[in-house]
Each structure stands twice: as structure tokens, then as C-alpha cells.
């Protein structure tokens, strides 16, 4: 079955849910609310799939005089030839819409470190990749396909696997990669932004409104907060499950991104599915 012909059979599923839940039928007792608590956010003991993709998660900055926004972008595919490589990222539409400041650029870490592991080497400061390159969108699902060309020697991790078959992570364990802006939420008592996981269940499927398209996305229960928009969600392999972006929620879905993390019954995020993404990389990336 091709990516389109997924798409199409998870969009058919998504028709008999309700717009205001997303839920998981059994056999015997009929349509059941998963629910999960938040797990916060961390930047430590990476679980496997985290892992996997931490090195291919970048922070998209807008920055300007006395002023950033920060969103989040991770590699999709890398192609190179004649010392130069040209790198794919995934990142939120509005990103790129929302960027009027006059410097735009990729960063895999946010905080200049003073030495290296040995204690004793001064770190150099993070590298920053400009000169980004807007390759195709889809305004449907907020999303944006965009390029920047480093030496082919410069490592940025491995793209993370795009398969269309995120269907198969229902009911696991997902995470969450991002630049969440922790200082938003006062309860989580934290004030550094930088890389950051959490942990969550992909728990059915769900529609909302974004610009006047009404799309089939996925409910979750990782944690999301300003700053994760364009970030990665995979499952324990380390591959994309789908992308946490603005504008799935809304008053009349009862969908929300900013939730209090002590509310057992609240959804936390939709994601993009990955069969989306997929699509949107067959139609404007490289051959």
C-alpha cells in the first residue's frame, strides 16, 4: 500500500470519530478514552528512540535586536555531491510566516557551553546554518519543507526515518523532541531553553480546523508547549510518528496545546500524521 493510499484509510477512519475526542474501540465495551499523565519535559536519560534522533533536532531561531522567537526543525533527508550537502528539515508553517526579524537560522543547542567534556578546552559556540531555503509547505497541516547547504562534512545527525506508518505506534509510548518554552508554564519551574523530551501515548485520531481546511490529525499525550512547534514525535525505534504543530486546536474540538499537567483528562497535543509529512516530501523534496 502506497503513502497516499495510507493517508487515505487513516482520513476514511477519522470520518466516524467525533471532532471533540479521540478514542480507542475494544471488543467488548465499545469506545474507551485512553488517558495518560504528563510527564514533563527532560533533557537527560534519553530513551532509545530519543537517542536516535537527539543529534537531528535543531532549533529554528528568529532573532532580531532585543528580540527571538524559537521554533523547532529536525533533518528529513541529506543528499550530497561536491563537498556540499544540501539538508532537509521539517519545521512549523508558521515558523516561517511568523519570521519578520532579520535573521533566520538553524542551532542544535541554544546554550553556549563554556569547555568541552574534558573540563579544560573552551567550547566552540554552537554552529549556526543560515542561508535556509523555504522548498515547499503545506498550509493544511502548518507544515514546512525547507533546505540549508553546509559542507558535506559537517555532521548534523541522521535524518529521522519517515515511513507513513505511524498508524502501527496506537496506544505506545511516543516522544516528543523540542525547544519547549518552559518559562511559559510557571509550574514546571524551569527557565533554560534548550533541547528538551517528553514522553506521552498516541492514544486515536481526531480532526480540527486550520485555516479553514478541516484535517485528520493524531491525539496525543506528550507534552507540548511554544517553542516544540515543527518538533519530531517518534516511537521507541526512533522513527516519525508525526510533528507537533500550531493550529489544531481550537474552542470547539476541546483540543488544547498549553494544558495544566495535573489535569489526568486533558488531551496534551495533535500531531501532524506522518503520513502527511511523507507525502509533502515526495511532492517538493529532492529526486
Given amino acids: 500500500m502506497g503513502a497516499g493510499q495510507r493517508l487515505s484509510l487513516i482520513l476514511a477512519c477519522a470520518l466516524s470519530l467525533p471532532a471533540v475526542a479521540a478514542v480507542a474501540p475494544t471488543a467488548a465495551h465499545g469506545p474507551t478514552i485512553v488517558h495518560t499523565v504528563a510527564e514533563g519535559f ?7 528512540g530519543v537517542r536516535t534522533v537527539w543529534p537531528s533536532v535543531f532549533a529554528f531561531v528568529c532573532e532580531g535586536p532585543g528580540s527571538i522567537y524559537i521554533a523547532t526543525a529536525f533533518l528529513v533527508r541529506r543528499t550530497a555531491r561536491g563537498g556540499i550537502a544540501d539538508n532537509y528539515f521539517i519545521t512549523a508553517g508558521h515558523a516561517i ?15 553556549q557551553q563554556r569547555f568541552e567534556s574534558d573540563r579544560i578546552t573552551l567550547a566552540a559556540p554552537p554552529r549556526r546554518l543560515g542561508g535556509i531555503e523555504v522548498i515547499g509547505r503545506d498550509d493544511a497541516y502548518d507544515m ?30 511516543i516522544y516528543a523532541v523540542g525547544f519547549p518554552g518552559v518559562g511559559k508554564r510557571r509550574s514546571l519551574r524551569l527557565g533554560r531553553e534548550v ?17 479553514g481546511v478541516m484535517a485528520t490529525y493524531i491525539a496525543s499525550t506528550v507534552d507540548s508547549l511554544p517553542g516544540n512547534s515543527g518538533g519530531p514525535v517518534v516511537d521507541a525505534a526512533g522513527v516519525l510518528v508525526g510533528v507537533v504543530v500550531k493550529g489544531a486546536s481550537n474552542a470547539e474540538n476541546g483540543f488544547r496545546y ?3 499537567p495535573r489535569k489526568k483528562d486533558d488531551w ?4 501532524v500524521p506522518c503520513q502527511a509529512v511523507l507525502r509533502m516530501m515526495e511532492r517538493s523534496g529532492p529526486e
Fill in 258 to 260: 498549553d494544558v495544566d
Fill in 195 to 211: 533541547k528538551r523530551w517528553s514522553k506521552g501515548e498516541h492514544v486515536g485520531l481526531g480532526r480540527a480546523d486550520h485555516n
Fill in 42 to 48: 527532560h533533557t537527560d536519560r534519553l530513551p532509545p
Fill in 97 to 111: 510566516e511568523d519570521c519578520k526579524l532579520p535573521r533566520r537560522y538553524l542551532v542544535g543547542d541554544l546554550q
Fill in 268 to 271: 496534551q497535543s495533535f500531531l
Fill in 144 to 173: 514546512a519543507l525547507i533546505k540549508v547547504a553546509t559542507p558535506a562534512a559537517v555532521n548534523l545527525g541522521i535524518p529521522i526515518r519517515v515511513d507513513g506508518k505511524c498508524d502501527a505506534a496506537l496506544r505506545q509510548e
